[in-house]
């Protein structure tokens, strides 16, 4: 008879009940063993996403039962791997992405989940690179098919896929323009990554792309805010311009879940019939990374890309802040999002 496995348990940081920050919690949850082709992951950074904050709140559609932990992108190191893997070893390096989970100290994955990331990278600068550059990637180039030469409207510019969104595009060879909601990210957006411009997210700014781009208008727009602003994106399109729908951040607006908030978003977001876009020769993508993990041969050459560039200095990590990864450290990590403080990526990490 083999022998029986132990027990191994760990502590994560899980949604018990839906509310604001402060209903997170910190437990210890029992690991399961990693099936013949998963890999037990040690914790060491865990990106933060504005998707947990919808999923805290409730907003959020592809979930688990509660309790769980949120959490799509971690760096580690692996403890253990099943016996049908055969690329990873106990003590490699690796980032994942997974639908949840990451806001714990231990994780079971599938191995195909993981990507290797140089050693010149600290475990918090790896763990704010998969899903924001991946993001990005994926609305410029497999559904936006961008070119040289092109002009590319980035909402949220000084978010975290905002800011890969705009290096990616202006390595590309685009012009881009952005939106951002203080003078700081504004100025970082111009200054530091290049834009041409980025305006005032917090009043109206349709009218000011209008006048720089002029009659050529807009090939691309990328728009995780919804409301408005998504009608504002489809004006701006050129003849075959495409916009890229990956959010909708405009539901929640204050730190705790507000259904009339979250309707009036939804309401405001506009409707588009397939013969509206006919006249004006444009198209309208939309883009949820977790649910293309199927895809790996797009991600996984695109993930080695995205660190071969960063390693050479042709991308960067934007890094804001770092918190601990604990409960308290989660909670502030989420009060920071929901205030719109950060300037690119926020992570949890000792």
Not at 109 to 133: I, M, Q
Not at 216 to 242: H, M, Q
Not at 256 to 267: C, E, G, I, Q
Request: charged share 20%; net charge positive; proline share 7%.
């Amino acid at each position: 008879m083999p022998p029986v496995a132990k027990e191994v348990t760990t502590t994560a940081i899980q949604i018990v009940r839906h509310g604001g920050p402060d209903v997170l919690v910190e437990r210890e949850v029992t690991l399961k063993n990693p099936a013949p082709d998963e890999v037990h992951l040690r914790v060491l950074a865990a990106g933060v996403n504005f998707a947990d904050l919808l999923m805290r709140a409730g907003l959020y559609g592809t979930v688990p039962p509660m309790p769980y932990s949120p959490g799509f992108e971690i760096a580690g190191e692996v403890v253990q791997v099943g016996p049908a893997v055969a690329d990873w070893n106990v003590g490699d390096r690796a980032v994942a992405i997974a639908r949840h989970g990451g806001y714990a100290r231990d994780l079971v994955l599938p191995s195909n989940h993981l990507f290797r990331y140089p050693e010149s990278l600290a475990p918090e600068e790896a763990a704010a690179t998969p899903v924001v550059f991946l993001t990005a990637w994926v609305c410029l180039f497999n559904t936006g098919h961008v070119s040289p030469g092109e002009t590319a409207l980035v909402l949220g510019a000084g978010g975290g896929v905002g800011t890969a969104a705009v290096q990616l595009a202006k390595r590309q060879g685009l012009r881009v323009v952005g939106t951002a909601g203080d003078e700081r990210k504004r100025k970082f957006v111009t200054d530091e990554l290049g834009a041409a411009a980025c305006f005032d997210s917090r009043r109206e700014w349709e009218d000011d792309v209008q006048k720089l781009v002029g009659r050529r208008g807009i090939d691309i727009a990328l728009d995780p805010v919804g409301g408005k602003a998504t009608e504002s994106c489809k004006r701006l399109l050129a003849p075959l311009g495409r916009l890229v729908f990956y959010g909708m951040s405009e539901a929640m607006p204050s730190r705790k879940r507000s259904w009339p908030a979250a309707a009036l978003a939804w309401l405001k977001t506009p409707r588009i019939h397939p013969l509206s876009l006919v006249q004006p020769n444009i198209g309208v993508f939309g883009v949820h990374l977790l649910h293309l993990q199927a895809k790996e041969t797009i991600l996984r050459p695109a993930m080695e890309q995205v660190f071969e560039a960063v390693v050479n200095g042709e991308l960067r990590t934007v890094l804001d802040r770092k918190f601990p990864l604990s409960r308290d450290g989660a909670v502030e990590a989420h009060r920071y999002l929901h205030a719109r403080k950060n300037l690119g990526k926020v992570v949890l990490a000792d």
